[in-house]
């Protein structure tokens, strides 16, 4: 599947509205990011930080601080969509950071870590 490059947010702001959605789009780029914070949508004043995404947050630094491979984190991204626009689906690969095989099919459970 071609991917459409020019989807790349910008302080947390993906801005779709001249996107046509004839290819899937990468939301790549700057997302919001607070690390050790579970933060809901009512809370996204929370987020002060931003983070490259796709990409593993051991190799980056959030207040001068490394932050290692152990920890939990909230992700942010608000999306602009143009006024008129197709139904849309969003894919997230679930568990990829833990190791664990995704699962697709219904019903089906996470599986156990898969050996490298």
Same mark, same amino acid.
């Given at each position: 599947?071609?991917?459409?490059? &020019?989807?790349? !947010?910008?302080?947390?702001? !993906?801005?779709?509205?001249?996107?046509?959605?004839?290819?899937?789009? $990468?939301?790549?780029?700057?997302?919001?990011?607070?690390?050790?914070?579970?933060?809901?949508?009512?809370?996204?004043?929370?987020?002060?930080?931003?983070?490259?995404?796709?990409?593993?947050?051991?190799?980056?630094?959030?207040?001068?601080?490394?932050?290692? &491979?152990?920890?939990?984190? &909230?992700?942010?991204?608000?999306?602009?969509?143009?006024?008129?626009?197709?139904?849309? !689906?969003?894919?997230?690969?679930?568990?990829? $950071?833990?190791?664990?095989?995704? @699962?697709?099919?219904?019903? @089906?459970?996470?599986?156990?870590?898969?050996?490298?």
């Amino acid at each position: 599947m071609a991917y459409d490059s &020019s989807a790349v !947010a910008k302080n947390g702001i !993906a801005d779709l509205r001249h996107q046509n959605f004839e290819k899937e789009l $990468a939301l790549k780029g700057e997302w919001l990011f607070a690390w050790h914070q579970l933060v809901t949508p009512a809370d996204k004043n929370i987020f002060k930080h931003t983070i490259p995404f796709p990409g593993l947050w051991k190799d980056q630094q959030v207040n001068g601080e490394h932050l290692g &491979s152990v920890g939990y984190a &909230s992700y942010g991204l608000t999306i602009l969509l143009p006024r008129h626009h197709p139904l849309l !689906a969003m894919y997230l690969p679930v568990g990829k $950071a833990l190791g664990k095989q995704p @699962c697709h099919e219904p019903g @089906c459970r996470e599986q156990e870590p898969v050996a490298p």
